[in-house]
């Protein structure tokens, strides 16, 4: 229920940060995207019910906030969420190379499905101008800035639940 609660905080103090903040600090007219980072990283540490509900939120958020039609971002983020926990298998918590490739994966499956509910439904038929305007920056963007959301979300997550120690007993009753 902790990882819940503090996932829920730092949803909030990023989407106030990506919506505040970084338009102030936008490159190639793009900003990074926190909540794809915050839903890839949930998901690809804690499982696909921890990436559902932070795709949730952070979809909802964002739905609210910028949307006219809710549940387009919701959609997004809690397939995101999921495909993510799908991968939890993978996660070794020293690998810092495979988190940044989900993170990179997750954003560009954000602007594919955003670009495919939003524009071509709409008869826009200009992915590639999208793909090299919006989706490449913005991946890339994001990245760096996964980077440091990643290292932090571990650390924390370190601090909260920190490895239990296996005492001898313990030890010869797993191998017995």
């Known amino acids: 229920m902790k990882r819940y609660v503090y996932m829920f905080f730092m949803i909030i103090v990023s989407f106030?940060?990506?919506t505040t903040i970084f338009p102030h600090i936008q490159l190639l007219n793009v900003i990074p995207n926190l909540l794809i980072v915050l839903t890839a990283t949930s998901?690809?540490?804690?499982?696909?019910?921890?990436?559902?509900?932070?795709?949730?939120?952070?979809?909802?958020?964002?739905?609210?906030?910028y949307n006219d039609v809710i549940g387009i971002c919701i959609f997004i983020f809690v397939v995101i969420g999921?495909?993510?926990?799908?991968?939890?298998?993978?996660?070794?918590?020293?690998?810092l190379s495979?988190?940044?490739?989900?993170?990179?994966?997750?954003?560009?499956?954000?602007?594919i499905l955003f670009y495919i509910c939003m524009f071509l439904m709409?008869?826009?038929?200009?992915?590639?101008s999208y793909?090299?305007?919006?989706?490449?920056?913005?991946?890339?963007?994001?990245?760096?800035?996964?980077?440091?959301?990643?290292?932090?979300?571990?650390?924390?997550d370190g601090k909260l639940y920190p490895p239990e120690e296996?005492?001898?007993?313990?030890e010869n009753k797993l191998y017995s």
């Not at 495979?98 to 602007?111: E, H």
Request: with cysteine; net charge neutral; proline share 2%.
């Open 16 to 18: 106030l940060m990506q």
């Open 98 to 111: 495979i988190p940044l490739t989900a993170i990179a994966v997750s954003d560009l499956l954000y602007g």
């Open 166 to 170: 296996v005492s001898f007993e313990q």
């Open 131 to 156: 793909f090299f305007t919006i989706m490449i920056p913005e991946t890339i963007y994001t990245i760096f800035f996964g980077i440091f959301i990643y290292k932090f979300i571990h650390w924390l």
């Open 82 to 95: 999921y495909f993510n926990g799908i991968a939890n298998k993978l996660y070794f918590e020293d690998d």
């Open 43 to 65: 998901g690809f540490m804690r499982g696909r019910k921890f990436g559902l509900f932070t795709g949730f939120i952070c979809g909802s958020l964002m739905d609210l906030m």
């Open 122 to 128: 709409r008869g826009r038929l200009n992915f590639f």
